[in-house]
Nanobody, 123 residues
Framework: VQLQASGGGLVQAGGSLRLSCAAS????????MVWFRQAPGKEREFVAG????????NYADSVKGRFTISRDNAKNTVYLQMNSLKPEDTAIYYC?????????????????WGQGTLVTVSS
């Protein structure tokens, strides 16, 4: 599967953005999907995950209550709605896909990665 992330940009603190990740192919529903992010000088970290059906979601503590992950299997797209953005959310955001069992959110579990989209939150 090929992934294309979009929707990043510059936003003021307290603002919102919605990221999208479009997948190629007809087997999108076979993959559970996640978003990771990497801030300057830091390691890539898990942000949010969603199961194949979309019924189960997980979030990093730092984004709980502010970010929402969702997917539309008919459109082969996963979304990340980001509200109440903070300067510390500034990072490159990557979507990734895996056919493995859902629930382990380590970077090396994911076989397919999008190219990343930059989110910059100004104070």
């Amino acid at each position: 599967v090929q992934l294309q992330a979009s929707g990043g940009g510059l936003v003021q603190a307290g603002g919102s953005l919605r990221l999208s990740c479009a997948a190629s192919g007809r087997t999108f529903k076979s993959y559970h999907m996640v978003w990771f992010r990497q801030a300057p000088g830091k390691e890539r970290e898990f942000v949010a995950g969603i199961s194949r059906s979309g019924y189960t979601t997980n979030y990093a503590d730092s984004v709980k209550g502010r970010f929402t992950i969702s997917r539309d299997n008919a459109k082969n797209t996963v979304y990340l709605q980001m509200n109440s953005l903070k300067p510390e959310d500034t990072a490159i955001y990557y979507c990734a896909a895996a056919e493995r069992d859902y629930g382990v959110f380590r970077e090396n579990e994911y076989d397919y990665w999008g190219q990343g989209t930059l989110v910059t939150v100004s104070s």
